[in-house]
Structure formats: C-alpha cells, structure tokens
T-cell receptor
C-alpha cells in the first residue's frame, strides 16, 4: 500500500498564479483532510471531507477550494496565489467516523509564493 | 472540538523515561485523546489514542487521569529518534475535524 500520496513535493509560484495540490489515498478511507503548516507553527485545518461529494471548511479556508469526486482523491486548489500561502501542505485520511480513527498523513507539499 | 494545552518544550536524557503532559479540562464524555508526533521535515505520525483507560502500544503508553481532564504520553526509554514535536488532540465521536495545537517540542540529550 502506498498510503497517502501528495504531489508535487515542491513548487514555486508567482503571485497571482493558480495551482492544484494533488492528494490520493489507497486505503478506502472516507475522511480526508488538508492542513497547512507555517514555519515553527502547528498544523491548521484548511478543508476536510467526510466522503465523495461532501466537503466542509476548516479553520483557514480562505484562498483555497477543494473537491471530492472520488473516495481516493482530494485535490486542493489555490486560486490567485499570495505570499501568505507560502507553507507546507499536508493531506491526511482517516478510516473511521468514530473518535478512535487515526490520521494517516502524506509527506507534504512545500509551496513558495514569490 | 475541545482545546488542549501542552508545554512548548521539554528535554530528556537519552535512555531515560519521558512524560509529556496534556491538559484538556473541557473534554466531553465522547472525546478520544489522540497523540501524534512530527519528526523534522516529515508529516505527523500517529502514536497512540485512548478514551478512558490507560493504553500501551509498541511506541508509547498513554496514562489518562481518572477525571479525564489531563493525560500523559510516556516514552519509556527516550532515543535520539524520539526528538520531535508531540501533539495532543481531542477527537469527538461525532466530530469530523482534527485540530492540532502547537504541541511540545521534545529534545533528547545524548
């Protein structure tokens, strides 16, 4: 099993450009999450999904969009990139709706906006 | 989801036990206590979780106070590989979100 796979691992964007961070999981997990982590800080929840076709906002959704057309994929779209979106982005998935379900994380995507 | 409070940083000598505390005074009856750790330049990884009883696994032990308002992650013999940021998180039985705080940065001294 590959687990949670994120692409790209590194990307440099110019201000105003758009891009999509890809996330796919092969564990048939219903729950998927996107987090961002700024240098020296903890993780902030951007968006999450409880299943295909269902998404909801987290703590810091502004400037981002998501979609969930399949169980496996949960892409994160950045529109009109800004320097404040320079961060490391982590995708995660969880197998259970109950509180016991643990999170499995990808390796992260490091984004720099110049 | 309920909030957790952890010390910003802790130090431990190699091969000694480490007790990482977490306060969660507003925990509800259906909240599970989760611990994750993040090694430098990596994504977080699951360590352990529990609801009411103490839990042991190959990585660590979780001691939960009787009133559940606090918990302690115990690393029985710290190694240099255990140097990481440790996050204590509450996840409700009905909640969909995992909220991470700033965690405790553990330094292991050789």
């Amino acid at each position: 099993n590959a687990g949670v796979t994120q692409t790209p691992k590194f990307r440099i964007l110019k201000i105003g450009q758009s891009m999509t961070l890809q996330c796919t999981q092969d564990m048939n997990h219903n729950y998927m999450y996107w987090y961002r982590q700024d240098p020296g800080m903890g993780l902030k929840l951007i968006y999450y999904s409880v299943g295909a076709g269902i998404t909801d906002k987290g703590e810091v959704p502004n400037g981002y969009n998501v979609s969930r057309s399949t169980t496996e994929d949960f892409p994160l779209r950045l529109e009109l990139a800004a320097p404040s979106q320079t961060s490391v982005y982590f995708c995660a998935s969880s197998y259970s709706v109950a509180g016991a379900g643990e999170l499995f994380f990808g390796e992260g995507s490091r984004l720099t906006v110049l | 989801d309920a909030k957790t409070t952890q010390p910003n940083s802790m130090e431990s000598n190699e091969e000694e036990p480490v007790h990482l505390p977490c306060n969660h005074s507003t925990i509800s009856g259906t909240d599970y206590i989760h611990w994750y750790r993040q090694l430098p330049s990596q994504g977080p990884e699951y360590v352990i979780h529990g609801l009411t009883s103490n839990v042991n696994n190959r990585m660590a032990s979780l001691a939960i106070a009787e009133d559940r308002k606090s918990s302690t992650l115990i690393l029985h013999r710290a190694t240099l590989r255990d140097a990481a940021v440790y996050y204590c998180i509450l996840r409700s039985n009905t909640g969909n979100q995992f909220y991470f705080g700033t965690g405790t940065s553990l330094t292991v001294i050789p």
